[in-house]
C-alpha cells in the first residue's frame, strides 16, 4: 500500500461548481498534512496546511480526518485558474522529518 | 517567503556524460536540502536527504554513486547525475527546510530542473 494515496483524475468540473479531493495515508504516525499545487511543469507551491480543526481559506477548505487517516480538500466556486495539480502532502516525525507526496489530483476546470 | 534557487532550469546532455544540478537557499539557512524526480504524469519521490557538512541519506532503490549530493555549506546543495542515461531523463528538484525551525510548515521548493539524456 502506498503511503499517500490520491484519485488521480482527472476532474473536469465547469467553473462555478464545487469540487473536492480525499487522501489517505497510511502511517498513523504522520505529524503535519498539507496541500500542495502544480502547475504543469512547475515546482509544487504550497496551497494550505492542513489543521485537525479543519481550516479555510477563501474558497478553499481542508479538513483532517486522522481517525480514518485521510485528508480532504474541497474547492468553492471553481475558477479556470484553479486548474492544476493538487498534491497531497505527508510529513512524518521523527528523523528529518520525511515529507512523502501523493501522486496527485489533476483538476480541470471548463469554460 | 523563503527563496530557493535552483540552476539550470533544463539541461540537455549526450548519454554519459554528467550533469550538476544546484540549489541555493537564498535568504536563509538551509540545514536539510531534499532531492526529489518526478517522472512524466508521476509524483515527487524522495531521492535522498542532505545535511550540511554530512553524507546524505539516500532512499531505497536510488543509487549513490550515480546520484552524488554534496551539501558544502548552509546555503548550497548540489545534485550531479553521473554517466546519465535517457531513463535518468527527468524533472528534478530540490526542497529546503529553514535551519532551527522544526516547527516549519512549509517545504520551500526549487525552480526545478528539466533534465534530457539524448
Known amino acids: 500500500r502506498k503511503e499517500v494515496e490520491q484519485d488521480p483524475g482527472p476532474f473536469n468540473v465547469p467553473e462555478g461548481a464545487t469540487v473536492a479531493f480525499n487522501c489517505t495515508y497510511s502511517?498513523?504516525?504522520?505529524?503535519?498534512f498539507f496541500w500542495y499545487r502544480q502547475d504543469c511543469r512547475k515546482e509544487p507551491k504550497l496551497l494550505m496546511s492542513?489543521?485537525?480543526s479543519g481550516n479555510e481559506d477563501g474558497r478553499f477548505t481542508a479538513q483532517l480526518n486522522r481517525a480514518s487517516q485521510y485528508i480532504s480538500l474541497l474547492i468553492r466556486d471553481s475558477k479556470l485558474s484553479d486548474s492544476a495539480t493538487y498534491l497531497c502532502?505527508?510529513?512524518?516525525?521523527?528523523?528529518?522529518?520525511?515529507?512523502?507526496f501523493g501522486t496527485g489530483t489533476k483538476l480541470q476546470v471548463i469554460p | 517567503g523563503a527563496v530557493v534557487s535552483q540552476h539550470p532550469s533544463w539541461v540537455i546532455c549526450k548519454s554519459g556524460t554528467s550533469v550538476k544540478i544546484e540549489c541555493r537557499s537564498l535568504?536563509?539557512?538551509?540545514?536539510?536540502m531534499f532531492w526529489y524526480r518526478q517522472f512524466p504524469k508521476q509524483s515527487l519521490m524522495l531521492m535522498a536527504t542532505?545535511?550540511?557538512?554530512?553524507?546524505?541519506?539516500?532512499e531505497q532503490g536510488v543509487e549513490k554513486d550515480k546520484f552524488l549530493i554534496n551539501h558544502a555549506s548552509l546555503t548550497l546543495s548540489t545534485l550531479t547525475v553521473t554517466s546519465a542515461h535517457p531513463e535518468d531523463s527527468s524533472f528534478y528538484i530540490c526542497s529546503a527546510r529553514v535551519r532551527g525551525n522544526r516547527m516549519v510548515t512549509e517545504a520551500f521548493f526549487g525552480q526545478g530542473t528539466r533534465l534530457t539524456v539524448v
Open positions: 502511517n498513523s504516525a504522520s505529524q503535519s
Open positions: 542532505s545535511n550540511e557538512g554530512s553524507k546524505a541519506t539516500y
Open positions: 502532502v505527508v510529513r512524518f516525525s521523527g528523523g528529518y522529518q520525511k515529507v512523502t
Open positions: 492542513v489543521y485537525s
Open positions: 535568504d536563509f539557512q538551509a540545514t536539510t
